[in-house]
Nanobody, 126 residues
Framework: QVQLVESGGGSVQSGGSLRLSCVAS????????WGWFRQAPGKEREGVAVINSSGGSTFYADSVKGRFTISQDNAKNTIYLEMNTLNSEDTAMYYC???????????????????WGQGTQVTVPS
């Protein structure tokens, strides 16, 4: 069983930046599609970015392309989400999750992901 713990959220002014981290522990076999999702109050959970643990290919939601970057440090079992030029529409709870690596051909839906972290809140006041 894999456990995921996110950190790095907070409140930041519009135009600012944050870097989220997600540390994985447990029975890690390195064969994953790692994903970042977010959910704002009253809205459905949406995919933000994914990265293939083998090869590092990435996919992004259109709303964050050019502003967010997903990356991984396999030695530390950690994935990151670098978020720049934040705006109020980025306000949400951010979650990391894992799916089978074969799902990393695009931005998969949330129901493809089996293991989830507890989330970290990102707030960008309008």
């Amino acid at each position: 069983q894999v456990q995921l713990v996110e950190s790095g959220g907070g409140s930041v002014q519009s135009g600012g930046s944050l870097r989220l981290s997600c540390v994985a522990s447990g029975n890690i076999d390195g064969n994953y599609c790692w994903g970042w999702f977010r959910q704002a109050p009253g809205k459905e959970r949406e995919g933000v970015a994914v990265i293939n643990s083998s090869g590092g290919s990435t996919f992004y939601a259109d709303s964050v392309k050019g502003r967010f970057t997903i990356s991984q440090d396999n030695a530390k079992n950690t994935i990151y989400l670098e978020m720049n030029t934040l705006n109020s529409e980025d306000t949400a709870m951010y979650y990391c999750a894992t799916a089978p690596r074969r799902r990393c051909l695009s931005l998969p839906p949330a129901n493809a992901f089996r293991v989830w972290g507890q989330g970290t809140q990102v707030t960008v006041p309008s």
